[in-house]
T-cell receptor
Framework: AQTVTQSQPEMSVQEAETVTLSCTYD???????LFWYKQPPSRQMILVIR??????QNATENRFSVNFQKAAKSFSLKISDSQLGDAAMYFC????????????FGKGTHLIIQP | DTAVSQTPKYLVTQMGNDKSIKCEQN?????MYWYKQDSKKFLKIMFS???????INETVPNRFSPKSPDKAHLNLHINSLELGDSAVYFC??????????????FGPGTRLTVL
């Protein structure tokens, strides 16, 4: 079984600043995938970034990057140059490789962007 | 073009009724899922199907019965609705749960309100 923990229920950042959302996880699997999903008020689940656990290089997608620390089981999301459209719930999720278990989600972090 | 669609988007009904939520994906994916998002935004896997066959059935009351007439559709039927069933239900699909990389694409969600 997997667990995903997001310890920040809410974060606030000024527009154009940088913010980091925390995520820790626990799994007995040796190979797995980690994701950050964004859920705006429209409630659509949007994939932000993904990381394969066997890759040491941190994933980057434009303004979004992760800090993946496999030994510490940590997977934080950094958003640079925050924009008003980044305001949303952010969910960290994990799935074992080849796992039919479905995604295991954290409880989410509500990100507020201050203009 | 909608990749994963759900109908209806909103469903309001009385306790004790039976209702269905439909899900269709046009991505040619083999695996489909149902997730439940509760009032605190926590997302949890309910079921997964691969090529019309049930792979996962998490601890879900047997009032919930998924049905997959073909691999593009996974409908969720709920009998004897209870107040606690009020939630947002998300359908998702992925290419194949055995694939190396398993991105899941989510539908827009169905907000179910039981009165």
């Amino acid at each position: 079984a997997q667990t995903v923990t997001q310890s920040q229920p809410e974060m606030s950042v000024q527009e154009a600043e940088t913010v980091t959302l925390s995520c820790t996880y626990d799994t007995s699997e040796s190979d797995y995938y980690l994701f950050w999903y964004k859920q705006p008020p429209s409630r659509q689940m949007i994939l932000v970034i993904r990381q394969e656990a066997y890759k040491q290089q941190n994933a980057t997608e434009n303004r979004f990057s992760v800090n993946f620390q496999k030994a510490a089981k940590s997977f934080s999301l950094k958003i640079s140059d925050s924009q008003l459209g980044d305001a949303a719930m952010y969910f960290c999720a994990l799935i074992p490789r080849g796992g039919a278990d479905g995604l295991t989600f954290g409880k989410g972090t509500h990100l507020i962007i201050q203009p | 073009d909608t990749a994963v669609s759900q109908t209806p988007k909103y469903l309001v009904t009385q306790m004790g009724n039976d209702k269905s939520i439909k899900c269709e994906q046009n991505l040619g994916h083999d695996t489909m899922y149902w997730y439940k998002q509760d009032s605190k935004k926590f997302l949890k896997i309910m079921f997964s199907y691969n090529n019309k066959e049930l792979i996962i059935n998490e601890t879900v009351p047997n009032r919930f019965s998924p049905k997959s007439p073909d691999k593009a559709h996974l409908n969720l039927h709920i009998n004897s609705l209870e107040l606690g069933d009020s939630a947002v239900y998300f359908c998702a699909s992925s290419q194949d749960w055995t694939q190396q990389y398993n991105e899941q694409f989510f539908g827009p969600g169905t907000r179910l309100t039981v009165l």
